[in-house]
């Protein structure tokens, strides 16, 4: 690639494309390693998801950091499933996460990778530890596992089967492969320490029997590795240098260095950063399959879920999630981060890209009485004040309107200034209107608001006059019908990992259905997926599930109003 010239009249702009990475504990780490030249300059990482569940914003923190570490230092980043229990993996999971990590704008290249491409390998390693005198097979139940481990305070009891010889162990360990032991009658550990300080290196379990087959090795396997023991073994037979995880397995760094030391093979560093704690959400995957399971929620991406597929549903784009991965930055402190951060990363972005539009989403009747019946003008709309090359576009004005039902107010409220009797209101790149006069449906309710126009107000022009407020509208007859549903947080309370019942801290309004919503024509025909800035209302995008020709849904993404703003000038 040829360099850029730096010439005088670019000097402004150095600093943003010279734009340094902000610095980090694994930046220094890494840095360091490339001093030392441990693993000769070289930087591989993994991305290393369980195909047990959707990826969600916590992933999202993940991927930027693997990936964007690879990119940022000439590396590259495997995609690799730890695909190593199959009772609670599938196909769908696997489609899924590839989808989301392209999605997010991060490619593996040829590195998809899956810890059962190396079962025969570990397999083969457990062998060796085996004769080695470090892996042992066990015939006690998880129970009586779990009850001679010990606790924090009190060593661990060996298991009266730990002094096996090594030819019978092999004996046994080549039988559990063969299928002529039942699920959780034995268990291959290896013999490290039971009274370690560390309760992961108190014999931890390597493999356990499963007679359930898996999603790509079929029925080959009736014993599946841990994920301790496939995890580091996995990273070592990649080549990766630096295998980046969450802080929960900082405890079990030396049990990954144990076993690498143990077979004496090439041996990663391992990293941990603090994982990524959102506001009003859940992050478990085990959680996000109850709402899932239990209907709280329309799937996986129902556009509530913290899901890469919700997110993306809901309107966020990569863009903005890949900045608000960059602004959370990396840390080895447990932290809880405001979900406003994220609405305002996507907002930002939709500000400068969505072009806007009207809408109007709880509609009322409003009827020009001094304009010509049939008569219909085609007034100048800007696409986007952000953007001057998305041009204008022509909106149809007629005699009647649809405004929305809260810009009128039969007796308005002080500093209200929308319509009212006798009040005056500019139509945004319409002409300003004066209510005159309302009717009352049968319901009592306001049914219809009656107005009349100065022609000479058309566009900007005010006539001389003062009005502060301007409302948004669509041409009745010319309007399109669609479905709007707006959404609030999908959790009342901002921490609800400390309810005792998650599933009763559930925002019952989390989502509101407005059927009925009347739209300016040129949303008559819109891709799945598209967004927009409805005028006053929001972001909006195109439904991609439930949207389709005749009928139109369309997903809030984020309100216009920026509590973030607010919240970091707070603290
Ligand atoms: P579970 O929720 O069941 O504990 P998990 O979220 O750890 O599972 P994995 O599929 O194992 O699920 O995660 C893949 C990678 O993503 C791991 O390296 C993990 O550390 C990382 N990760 C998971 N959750 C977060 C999070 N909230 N913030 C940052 N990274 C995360
Ligand atoms: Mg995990």
Not at 32 to 48: A, D, L
Request: aromatic share 10%; glycine share 8%; net charge negative.
């Amino acid at each position: 690639m040829a360099h850029r010239p730096i010439s005088a009249e670019r000097s402004d702009t150095i600093g943003a494309m010279s734009e340094a990475p902000r610095s980090n504990f694994i930046r220094e780490i890494i840095e360091e390693h490339n001093r030392s030249g441990r693993f000769g300059g070289k930087v591989v990482t993994r991305f290393p998801p369980e195909p047990n569940g959707y990826l969600h914003i916590g992933h999202a923190k993940a991927i930027c950091i693997d990936f964007g570490l690879a990119r940022d230092y000439g590396g590259r980043c495997h995609l690799r499933f730890d695909d190593t229990n199959p009772t609670k993996e599938s196909q769908e999971y696997v489609d899924a996460i590839m989808n989301d990590v392209r999605w997010l704008g991060f490619d593996w290249g040829e590195h998809l990778h899956h810890a059962s491409d190396y079962f025969e390998q570990l397999y083969c390693w457990a062998e060796q530890l085996i004769t080695a005198g470090k892996a042992y097979v066990d015939d006690q139940s998880v129970e009586e596992m779990r009850e001679s481990r010990g606790t924090l305070t009190e060593a661990g009891r060996p298991s009266p089967f730990r002094d096996r010889s090594v030819s019978e162990n092999l004996d046994l360990f080549r039988r559990m492969r063969a299928g002529e032991f039942p699920d959780g009658s034995k268990t291959l550990r290896a013999k490290i320490d039971m009274t370690s300080g560390n309760i992961n290196l108190r014999d931890p379990v390597m493999y356990r029997i499963r007679k359930t087959p898996h999603q790509r090795t079929g029925d080959a396997w009736c014993i599946y590795p841990m994920y301790d023991w496939a995890h580091g073994q996995s990273d070592s037979i990649e080549g990766v240098t630096h295998s980046i995880c969450t802080l929960e397995y900082e405890d079990h760094r030396p049990l990954y260095d144990w076993y690498l030391d143990a077979l004496g093979i090439f041996h990663p560093q391992q990293i941990e950063f603090a994982r990524l704690n959102l506001s009003h959400t859940v992050m478990s995957k085990r959680k996000l399959l109850l709402l899932v399971e239990g209907n709280f929620v329309g799937g996986w991406d129902d556009p509530r879920m913290p899901t890469l597929a919700g997110l993306r549903r809901r309107g966020y784009t990569p863009e903005s999630i890949r900045d608000f991965c960059e602004r959370i930055g990396v840390a080895k402190a447990d932290n809880m981060v405001e979900l406003a951060l994220l609405e305002h990363c996507v907002r930002e972005d939709l500000n400068k890209h969505a072009e806007r539009r009207m809408a109007v989403l709880r509609p009322l009747k409003l009827v020009i009485t001094n304009y010509p019946e049939g008569k219909v003008e085609l007034l100048d709309a800007v696409n986007n004040p952000e953007d001057p090359s998305a041009g204008t576009r022509k909106v149809p004005f007629s005699r009647e309107l649809w405004i929305e039902r809260d810009d009128f107010r039969d007796v308005a409220p002080k500093k209200y200034f929308r319509l009212t009797p006798g009040a005056e209101v500019r139509l945004r790149y319409a002409y300003i209107v004066k209510c005159i006069d309302f009717t009352l449906g049968p319901d009592g309710q306001v049914a219809e608001v009656r107005c009349t126009y100065d022609p000479a107000t058309v566009g900007g022009d005010s006539g001389g006059r003062a009005v502060k407020g301007t409302i948004h509208w669509v041409s009745a007859p010319h309007a399109v019908e669609a479905e709007v549903r707006l959404y609030e947080t999908l959790f009342t309370r901002p921490k609800p990992d400390d309810e005792e019942d998650f599933a009763a801290a559930l925002n019952p309004n989390s989502l509101t259905v407005l059927t009925g919503a009347r739209l300016e024509p040129s949303l008559a025909s819109v891709a799945p997926g598209a967004r927009f800035q409805f005028e006053r209302n929001g972001y909006f995008c195109v439904d991609s599930r439930d949207s389709a020709p005749g009928r139109l849904v369309f997903n809030r993404t984020v309100g216009l109003r920026d509590t973030w703003a607010k919240i970091e000038k707070a603290t």
